[in-house]
Every structure is written in C-alpha cells, then in structure tokens.
C-alpha cells in the first residue's frame, strides 16, 4: 500500500503522509516491535507467520545437535558411498555416481540448517560474498542430476560433478577467513612451480 499512496501523492489525488503518519508507518514496518507485540500478544500472526512456524517449528539445542549429526553424518556416508560407484563412472554409466554424491551434498547444506535455522541459512547463502558460489553450487547440482537421469551422456554427468566439486569448495571456503585466497595463492604456487 504504501507504493500505491506514493505514486497517488506524485499525481496528486492524496497529500504528502504527516511526520505523525510516516513515524506511525515506520512503527508498523518494524519487524522487531511486531514481534514483540505478538509475544506480549498485542497483534495476532499473519498467516505467512503461521506457515513459517508450521514448516519450521522452534527446536531444542538438543534437537539442533541431533539433526545436525545426523543430516552431516548421511551426507558424508552417502557422498562416501558414492564412490563404490566410482568404476560404473568411468566405464560411462554415472547414474549411482551422481546420485549419491549430490544427495550427500545436499543433505550436507540441510544439515547446518538446523544449526542456524533455514532462513538464516539462506541468508548467508545469499551474502555478496558467496551468492555467486551458492547458485554455482546449487546450479550443478540440479544439472548433474538433470545430467543423469535425462541427458545420459557420461561425460556431460562427469563434467557436472567436477563443477559441483569445484563449487562447493569454493562456497565451503567463504566461510574461512581468507580461505578462497589461500586456496588461489596454492594454485597459483603449483600453476608457476
């Protein structure tokens, strides 16, 4: 609404919002104050508040740390386990490959979501500093699966995971102080020795 009364303000049908409605209209758009309201229960939830704890209900730590270990401990046995596929890839067939190793992946992301929660999660995916890692990331992952279930050309499958590898490095180093440049000064050291 409040895009709707500004552009009626600039034609003219309404007139400029007082300090008293503009101070009101801060009031209302601050997420911190709602909060508070609706714990002291001043406000009802909205039903986008409602969906959000249906989906995501506050847990325990204890329940944090057992989600965690168990999504991280998954992740990395699936992504293990994927290399008992590791000859059907080289032969060509990296179906089993590539499945297990972006489930594993992806259950790995999943998992520090119960840490930090999935809003926040996604929030830090989307940092300036990573956003472009994290779509890299998540984009390989989509094709590599993509790869194998429909294209089923072995070595657009490999190619696929190669990338994922490569991105989730990348992403997993954003969140080292100073890990992406280490990583680029030993490539270069190799590259040049």
């Not at 998954?74 to 293990?80: F, K, P, T």
């Not at 067939?93 to 119960?114: E, H, M, W």
């Not at 995971?161 to 440049?181: E, K």
Request: glycine share 8%; hydrophobic share 45%; with cysteine.
């Amino acid at each position: 609404m409040p895009l709707l009364r500004d552009i009626q303000v600039k034609m003219g049908v309404h007139e400029p919002p007082s300090a008293m409605e503009r101070a009101q209209e801060s009031v209302r758009r601050n997420p911190t104050l709602e909060k508070m309201k609706i714990k002291l229960g001043l406000q009802e939830k909205s039903e986008l508040q409602q969906i959000q704890e249906s989906m995501c209900p506050s847990l325990t730590y204890e329940q944090r740390m057992y989600g965690f270990g168990i999504c991280i401990c998954a992740g990395i046995l699936l992504s293990l386990s994927s290399m008992f596929s590791f000859t059907k890839l080289v032969l060509g067939q990296p179906r089993d490959f590539a499945i297990k190793y972006t489930f594993g992946n992806v259950l790995a992301i999943c998992s520090t979501g119960f840490l930090i929660g999935p809003g926040r999660q996604l929030r830090n995916m989307s940092a300036s500093s990573r956003w472009i890692a994290a779509l890299i990331y998540l984009f390989a992952m989509i094709m590599t699966l993509v790869s194998a279930f429909k294209i089923q050309i072995a070595g657009i499958t490999v190619f696929f995971i190669i990338i994922q590898f490569c991105a989730m490095v990348w992403y997993c180093l954003s969140y080292i102080p100073f890990g992406r440049q280490m990583l680029a000064k030993c490539c270069k050291g190799m590259v040049e020795g």
